[in-house]
């Protein structure tokens, strides 16, 4: 049982070995591969797709004046939004000033993950949500000239936890979109659906082979 024991374990040592050399072998190549480039690439993903990230920007000042009809109800509905984003805990603090013939309606956020300010504390401030974060899944294809390559990629969108909170609290007031005459109210067009989110993409990527083996660039 002993020697059987210590045999598997040369077995595995070896089989890893072989893995990782495998893999040091292909970023070495002179030609990129699939699995290289889709292990290159997974390497640099957090600061290569981070700009990409799927955001809606919303503002937490809103002016409503008194109207009527297909107007009254877009403030109504826009409101009604930033209430939303109040009960699944985006923002707080909601508070009413009456005008000559308007109704400022203000709203502070709350700091966490995925939640970002622009023009903090200013009337002009907007509360930045990520929706999704984009993740490269496959390698669609490889297009290489020399010691420089242009990759194809797929691309799927992870939905953030905050993202789905809102819809699934919000499913009523969603639904009102889609019977809305333009102009819709802006929160429609700013807070996709789950089948527009996940849309599979394809973008590209440049890699180049250097002495110590193939880089993503940018």
């Keep these: 049982m002993k020697h ?11 089989v890893t070995t072989l893995a990782v050399f495998a893999c040091s072998d292909g970023r070495k190549s002179s030609t990129l591969d699939r699995r290289t480039a889709l292990t290159l690439l997974h390497e640099a993903g957090p600061q290569l797709l981070e700009r990409q990230a799927t955001r809606c920007d919303l503002k937490t000042r809103e002016v ?12 109504e509905l826009t409101i009604a939004f930033l209430d939303l984003l ?61 010691a420089q390559a242009i990759v194809e990629t797929g691309i799927a969108a992870v939905p953030t936890p905050l993202y789905s909170k809102v819809l699934d609290s919000g499913k009523e007031l969603f639904a009102q979109c889609q019977a ?23 973008r590209t990527f440049q890699l180049a082979r250097y002495d110590d083996g193939w880089r993503v660039l940018g």
């Design 64 to 75: 409503i004046t008194p109207a009527s009809g297909w107007n009254q109800k877009r403030g």
């Design 180 to 202: 809305f005459p333009s102009p819709k109210p802006y929160f429609c067009g700013r807070w996709p659906s789950r089948e527009a989110l996940e849309k599979p993409e394809t």
């Design 4 to 14: 059987a024991s210590q045999s598997f374990i040369i077995l595995s040592t070896l």
């Design 86 to 146: 109040v009960e699944v805990g985006i923002l707080k603090d909601k508070t009413e000033t009456k005008g000559s013939g308007y109704t400022l309606f203000t709203y502070s956020i709350i700091p966490q993950e995925h939640v970002a300010t622009v023009y903090p504390n200013t009337d002009n401030e907007i509360v930045l949500v990520t929706l999704a974060k984009p993740i490269i899944k496959e390698i669609v294809g490889i297009r290489q000239e020399g």
